[in-house]
């Protein structure tokens, strides 16, 4: 039955895995380098004759597994993939929770090529389902690790995750900090909302928030607040936790922490604070994205910080050619909405939106021309541009944004 499951004609598969291989490349180029980094092609040269006795000599699965992890480049060999299916079918039948976590783990740190894909995506699919069966024999890093690897590679399987949720929140308190950083991360990077899981991740999390580390922190907030799920106890704990240890936060951490608070309308002045402190030292490390939200978190929540607000702006102009409309639109908003004046920002805004305005959504051509405009800041090509834009797609605008237009 195993072989039969991975002898099944790929064709099938290929709506599926196309979709969510889109959907993760889309993730990917949106959180730069690292990704394309990862799939661009193997750093050393192996002999594919010796993967492929490594594979077949594996006797186990944390053999297998230990193979995967140490040449997360196999998927560049045909040879090598035809020889890691029927492996993964021979062991299929003894696996256990732990096995399944390793696996799906190994597999979603390994390096893909675009023709390995679809293979790849139907191999974790197969171990997932298996997974949804076994859910009982998995503790809970293994819970944690599978979501993770799920959430990692963008592909969906909401039977598991529905099924990780009810075995996870009776044994929450035995989750580490990372693992249940990671749950909450991945239930919000695929879009799956179980507010029962959140409530008790939260509940657990507050004793030990001490044991965080930035990212964990950061990263817990961020997927409170991209599901809309408010805990305001466990906003004010994970502030209160950060602040001693802000400065080992990455641009990154800092960007989302605040954005993740003024998403949530939940104010912390002295954490902004600390994290504009931090900040404006590493200026120079925060991509586009970052330097948006930033100042964007600052704006929303009402919080000013005129040293911030210049740094950014120092950084933001020799990058500006890489940010994209939404980015742009939200920088002017974010400096007008503190009436903090920046004109040569906002010029070199407007000669990065003119080309690319076409991109602009109906909100973001109304924040421009609105921002522009409350710090009187003249541009006529701009407004040109943007009243061109706007015409064919006025129907989208909603009130506010033909009012502020």
Do not use: W
Request: proline content about 7%.
């Amino acid at each position: 039955q195993p072989t039969r499951c991975f002898s099944q004609s790929s064709s099938c598969f290929a709506p599926l895995f196309a979709k969510s291989y889109d959907r993760a490349g889309d993730q990917g180029r949106a959180r730069k380098s690292n990704h394309r980094k990862r799939t661009r092609g193997p750093p050393n040269a192996v002999n594919p004759q010796d993967l492929v006795q490594q594979i077949r000599s594996s006797r186990n699965c944390f053999e297998l597994g230990k193979f995967l992890r140490e040449n997360p480049s196999l998927f560049f060999s045909e040879d090598s993939i035809r020889a890691l299916i029927p492996k993964v079918a021979e062991l299929k039948p003894t696996m256990s929770g732990r096995d399944i976590a390793g696996l799906l783990n190994a597999l979603a740190k390994a390096r893909v090529p675009p023709e390995s894909r679809q293979v790849h995506g139907k191999l974790m699919i197969v171990l997932g389902e298996l997974a949804g069966r076994k859910i009982e024999d998995f503790d809970a890093r293994g819970i944690a690790m599978t979501l993770n690897a799920f959430a990692k590679r963008g592909l969906r399987n909401s039977e598991f995750f529905e099924k990780s949720a009810e075995a996870a929140i009776p044994m929450i308190g035995t989750f580490t900090s990372q693992g249940l950083a990671n749950t909450v991360n991945a239930f919000a990077k695929m879009d799956h909302h179980h507010p029962m899981l959140f409530d008790e991740v939260a509940r657990a999390a507050i004793p030990i928030l001490g044991t965080f580390e930035s990212q964990h922190l950061a990263n817990t907030v961020n997927a409170f607040a991209k599901m809309d799920h408010p805990h305001p106890m466990l906003f004010d704990e994970v502030a209160r936790a950060a602040i001693p240890i802000i400065d080992t936060f990455k641009s990154q951490e800092l960007a989302n922490t605040v954005n993740a608070f003024a998403k949530m309308d939940h104010p912390h002045p002295m954490l902004f604070d600390e994290v504009a402190k931090a900040t404006i030292p590493m200026i120079g490390t925060f991509n586009s994205q970052e330097l948006a939200n930033t100042v964007n978190a600052f704006a929303k929540m009402d919080h000013p910080h005129p040293m911030l607000f210049d740094e950014v702006a120092k950084a933001a102009i020799p990058m500006i050619g890489r940010f994209n409309s939404q980015e742009l639109a939200n920088t002017v908003n974010a400096f007008a909405k503190m009436d903090h004046p920046h004109p040569m920002l906002f010029d070199e805004v407007a000669r990065a939106a003119i080309p690319m305005i076409g991109t602009f959504k109906s909100q973001g051509l109304a924040n421009t021309v609105n921002g522009f405009a409350k710090m009187d800041h003249q541009h006529p090509m701009l407004f040109e541009e943007v009243a061109r834009a706007a015409i064919p797609i006025l129907g989208t605008f909603e009130s506010q944004h033909l009012a502020n237009t």
